[in-house]
Every structure is written in structure tokens, then in C-alpha cells.
């Protein structure tokens, strides 16, 4: 429930303050969101699997976003920098969608 | 969280698109639920709970943020189609507005041309009112001061007339009237035989009054000075009376002779 409470918290704080996203963060900060969500809903199977651990939710939530910055930072020195992208957020896309499949198939046996 | 992990049984590694997590122990639909009704009712803030708690209000700033500068950049965000789409736009937008600019910028001009003409015509009306005035060609009337001159014994000289034309026109006055006759540019003062003094010619028999069109307070002041023309005359046995008056009128017309000689010099165009 708190970490739940955390996220609505967030959410406000972001509406109330609005902040303004840095220039050399735009690039990173879409993918880095994408990889975060990827995380918290892998931590919120893994939480009704009964595996959850909160060390390694934070190592992986801090690395996903790491490694998606990494990957957008590459493919920007590359040249194919929206190619990379776009195949960062299918990858991070999939495995939010299983994950999200295999909570409802916990939830609801189906 | 209260559960531990369990122990497993070690299993075999298959590939899984999607998950890169360790698969853990299926469990059933109410173990699932339970779990879920635990961690909802869960208000204990166990360290776990607060970290988790910390990373996603982190995850719920960055993440308003970033909608709300996609909403606003936009740009960034589209595809190249998209962009030659929208400069396309733009570009045909532009070209429609510069026509627009044109097309006004000409009706601008005209307007202007014609306001152009009608000033011009305003101020050729005012140069022609003036010129006119100067010329003695219109009657004028204003503020002024009219001199009454009686001399019976004809003791007015030529330079005592012109001195009183100069007194008068140094004090500002704008149309001079002497007798019936209009002093203008081309006046002159003369004598006849008799040794009476004359106006253009025409000889100014006493008595007659002289109207000055101009700061009836000014020319009255020149009339006064001391040696000028009303001083002289007296003193020659003459009577001069100046009356200050607030509307006079200046009705003796000089008609205007074409210059023969005098020819303008064409306007040069440079300077």
C-alpha cells in the first residue's frame, strides 16, 4: 500500500510542481520511464509470486533505467540513436505485457 | 514483505521472451489474492515498503513531467513524414500570408498616395493662401492697428512714409493697407511734381489711414517709438492717431503683374 501511496504522491508532486525536464535529460527520461514501469510491475508479480525482494527491486528498477539511458546514449552516438529507441521500448513493452498477464493470471486464473 | 522466498526446486533455464526475471512458484488464484489483500492492508513501513515507496514517487514525477513536455515539444517526438508534412504546411502557409502582405502592403500604398495628393493639395492651399496675402491679391482681415493721418500741410516726407512701412513690418505686421492702396513686396514711395508724396504712383492726399494686420499691441508699441514716424510727423505739425483694434480688414487688392524677367531656376535635383 505505501509504495502505492508513494507513486500518488509522485504523480501530484509532478502536477503541483511541474516540473521542467532538463535539456540533456529529454532524450533519456521517456525511456527511462518506460524501463521504471518495466520494473515496478515485474516487482508487482513477483510480489504476489511471494519472491519479492526490495534489494532487488531497487538494483533492477536502477539499472533498467541506467541501462535504458545507456542504450538511448549509445544509439545517439551511433546515428541510430530512434531506431534503438524504438526497439528498447518494444523489448520493455513485451515484458510489461507478460508481466501484466501473468498478475491477472494470478488474480484471476485466467 | 512478510514472505520469505521458499525453497524451490532448482530448475532447468529456458528462454523467455518478456520476463528476465526468475520465474517464480505459480501460485494458485488465492494464494495470489491473499497476498494481494496483504500487501494492500500492509501500513507497516518496513524498509522495503518505504524504498519502493521512494522510487516510485520518483517514477510518478518523471513521469508527469515527461507527458507534460510532450505536450508541449512535440516536435521532437514526430516522424520524419510527419515533419515534411507539417513543414509542407507551414511552407504553404507562408506563401499564402505573403501574398496576403503583398496584396495589403499595395492597397496600403494607395491609400497612402491618396492621402499623399490630398495633403499635398492641403499644403499647395495653404503655400497659395499665403503667397496671396503676401501678393495683396485677397482682402484680409485680423487684429491690427489703424493709423490716422492728418496732415494738412503736407509735411510728410518720402523716408517718414517709409519709415513708418519699415516700422510696421518690423513689428510684424502681415498686410498693409495705406489710403486705398495695399503695400506689397513691390511698393514703392515717390514724390509727384507738387512735391507731395506717392504710393506706387499714386499720390496720398491727407487725410488717410494706414490698417496693419498683425499683434495689434506690437505694431501700436512700434508706432510709438520714440523718433519713428508718428514722433517725426507730429513734430512737423502733423496729427497721427493709432487706434489698437481687434478686427480689421485689409480690402485694397495690388494687382499682381506677370514677371517678365525674373524667371524661377529650375529645382536641381542635387543639392
Do not use: C
Not at chain 2, 516536435?75 to 509542407?88: H, M, Y
Amino acid at each position: 500500500m505505501i509504495p502505492v501511496l508513494g507513486l500518488v504522491l509522485g504523480v501530484v508532486l509532478g502536477l503541483v510542481v511541474s516540473p521542467e525536464v532538463p535539456l540533456w535529460l529529454q532524450p533519456y527520461l521517456p525511456i527511462a520511464v518506460i524501463a521504471a514501469l518495466d520494473a515496478v510491475f515485474g516487482a508487482a508479480r513477483a510480489a504476489l509470486e511471494g519472491i519479492f525482494n526490495d534489494r532487488v527491486f531497487v538494483i533492477s528498477f536502477l539499472s533498467n533505467v541506467v541501462v535504458a539511458a545507456l542504450i538511448v546514449f549509445l544509439g545517439n552516438q551511433l546515428g541510430v540513436g530512434a531506431q534503438l529507441s524504438t526497439g528498447v521500448v518494444v523489448v520493455l513493452g513485451l515484458r510489461i505485457f507478460s508481466n501484466v498477464a501473468a498478475i491477472r493470471r494470478h488474480l484471476l486464473g485466467a | 514483505m512478510a514472505e520469505q522466498p521458499r525453497e524451490q526446486p532448482r530448475r532447468t533455464w529456458r528462454p523467455s521472451l518478456g520476463t528476465g526475471r526468475p520465474q517464480g512458484p505459480q501460485p494458485t488464484t488465492a494464494q495470489a489474492r491473499r497476498r494481494l489483500r496483504a500487501l494492500v492492508g500492509q501500513l507497516r513501513p518496513a524498509r522495503g515498503q518505504l524504498i519502493a515507496a521512494a522510487l516510485l514517487a520518483l517514477l510518478g514525477v518523471a513521469l508527469v513531467a515527461q507527458v507534460r513536455s510532450t505536450d508541449e515539444v512535440g516536435l521532437t517526438q514526430l516522424r520524419q513524414s510527419e515533419l515534411v508534412a507539417l513543414l509542407d504546411d507551414a511552407s504553404a502557409r507562408v506563401d499564402a500570408l505573403q501574398d496576403e502582405v503583398r496584396q495589403l502592403e499595395d492597397d496600403k500604398e494607395q491609400l497612402q498616395g491618396q492621402e499623399g495628393d490630398e495633403a499635398a493639395a492641403r499644403a499647395a492651399q495653404e503655400r497659395l493662401n499665403s503667397y496671396s496675402i503676401l501678393a495683396g491679391t485677397v482682402p484680409v482681415e485680423g487684429p491690427g492697428i489703424s493709423v490716422y493721418v492728418n496732415d494738412p500741410a503736407g509735411m510728410m516726407t518720402q523716408t517718414m512714409l517709409l519709415d513708418a512701412i519699415q516700422e510696421l513690418r518690423d513689428a510684424g505686421a502681415e498686410a498693409i493697407q495705406i489710403g486705398n492702396q495695399r503695400v506689397v513686396a513691390s511698393s514703392y514711395v515717390g514724390m509727384d511734381e507738387d512735391g507731395a508724396v506717392t504710393l506706387d504712383g499714386t499720390t496720398l492726399v491727407p487725410p488717410y489711414r494706414i490698417i496693419a494686420i498683425g499683434d495689434s499691441h506690437t505694431l501700436a508699441g512700434a508706432m510709438a517709438i520714440p523718433g519713428g514716424f508718428s514722433d517725426s510727423l507730429r513734430g512737423a505739425g502733423g496729427a497721427v492717431q493709432v487706434v489698437e483694434s481687434e478686427s480689421l480688414v485689409v480690402d485694397a487688392l495690388h494687382e499682381a503683374a506677370e514677371p517678365r524677367y525674373a524667371q524661377p531656376v529650375p529645382p536641381t535635383t542635387e543639392p
